[in-house]
């Protein structure tokens, strides 16, 4: 019989650890590495699932906190589950809602047992346990699934962290016992340690002993600077099991990108590409000015675009750059129509996946070092 999941390397990169590789899942093929949407309430902001389809996305993300909150886990259940209740037929990762509740700071109440906090939405108290986080999980019937992990702030304390990191350890083993659907469900562990490198491969350490579909990093982009992020990344991912798909977690800017597959990470999420489009922002690149974060970004409400009659970008084969001028998107946003924000998203959207797809070309041709280059220098 064959598994529901299976990650397959299908080359590497010989001057880095890059790699191209496919991951299979129930609902289709992950061509990694791969750049992944976040649609945290089942849905990705003001985009529709074929419209997401144009953009070449393969895999969408979904969060078990906010789901719970509204609809709630039975509703979706009841639906037929995520990808019927949200339209789309492709594979879909649900976060464990580690990460929003732990940015719930002055809300909450962490013991070994798990999280209380109080709603944002009703004031209601809700105790979440890895149990409970799994059940959720199992319930929205995502692809794959993230384990309850405990993602501490940036900065924190060495005592702090080692807590947290020893905690997701013990909670991992809660979620696996609590995991119903490993037949139809990929239950992902994830490291954690902060910037402490010592920490973070002990929790590599502890998290690989599981034998799991999937592994992350997480508790990255808390707030730390991103040299500190590319140093964790390096340092870290060759602990990972190289025949298992590799996720680093909210990371999503090209330079950042770039350098975690180098370093050989192969899937990607980060909220970036609506969260700037519904401030007006698009993502470009300029190799001759590669910024901090490796791209740059325009604000198309900029009296310069006023009369730019251009594409926002002549290569990009986005339905927004093949349709529309720079001038016309920038009187949307000033005008607040909802097409300007969801005309943006596409382009980012667009941006980011086709960025990964070109990583992908140029690991199978053994250009990536030299394409990449002017990503790839320290910070």
């Avoid at 590495?33 to 945290?40: A, D, L, Q």
């Avoid at 464990?96 to 940015?103: D, I, L, M, P, T």
């Avoid at 999980?137 to 794959?144: C, T």
């Avoid at 798909?245 to 590409?273: K, N, S, W």
């Amino acid at each position: 019989m064959t598994k529901p999941f299976q990650f397959q390397v299908q080359c590497q990169c010989q001057k880095t650890s890059a790699r191209v590789g496919e991951f299979h899942t129930p609902h289709g093929i992950v061509h990694t590495p791969r750049f992944m949407p976040v649609g945290t309430l089942a849905n990705v902001k003001t985009v529709t699932p074929d419209q997401l389809k144009g953009c070449q996305a393969e895999m969408v993300l979904a969060n078990t906190y906010h789901l719970h909150l509204q609809p709630g886990e039975d509703l979706v259940a009841e639906a037929g589950g995520l990808h019927k209740f949200m339209g789309w037929d492709g594979p879909i990762l649900t976060d464990s809602g580690g990460f929003q509740v732990f940015s719930l700071s002055d809300m909450r109440e962490i013991s070994d047992e798990g999280v209380k906090f109080k709603s944002p939405r009703d004031g209601k108290m809700i105790n979440l346990t890895p149990e409970k986080s799994i059940q959720i999980q199992n319930q929205l019937g995502a692809d794959v699934i993230m384990a309850f992990d405990e993602c501490a702030p940036y900065p924190a304390t060495r005592d702090e962290i080692k807590n947290a990191s020893d905690r997701t350890t013990r909670w991992l083993e809660r979620c696996l016992k609590a995991h119903t659907r490993s037949n139809d469900q990929a239950l992902f562990g994830i490291v954690q340690g902060g910037v402490y490198i010592d920490l973070r491969q002990q929790s590599a350490r502890e998290i690989t002993s599981f034998d799991l579909p999937g592994y992350a990093i997480g508790g990255v982009s808390v707030g730390e600077p991103p040299e500190l992020i590319a140093k964790i990344v390096q340092a870290i991912t060759p602990l990972l099991p190289t025949n298992k798909p590799r996720y680093l977690m909210g990371i999503g800017t090209h330079r950042e990108m770039a350098q975690a597959v180098a370093a050989g990470m192969d899937l990607f999420d980060c909220v970036i590409p609506t969260r700037l489009a519904r401030h007006g922002a698009v993502l470009v690149r300029d190799h001759s000015q590669v910024g901090t974060t490796g791209e740059n970004r325009w604000n198309l409400k900029n009296s310069r675009f006023r009369r730019d009659f251009e594409p926002i970008d002549s290569e990009c084969p986005c339905y927004t750059c093949r349709t529309f001028s720079r001038a016309y998107l920038g009187h949307l946003l000033r005008s607040q129509e909802v097409l300007g924000y969801t005309l943006l998203s596409i382009h980012n959207i667009t941006e980011l996946i086709r960025f990964t797809q070109q990583m992908r070309s140029a690991i199978i041709n053994g250009t990536f070092a030299t394409e990449f280059a002017h990503y790839l220098q320290p910070y």
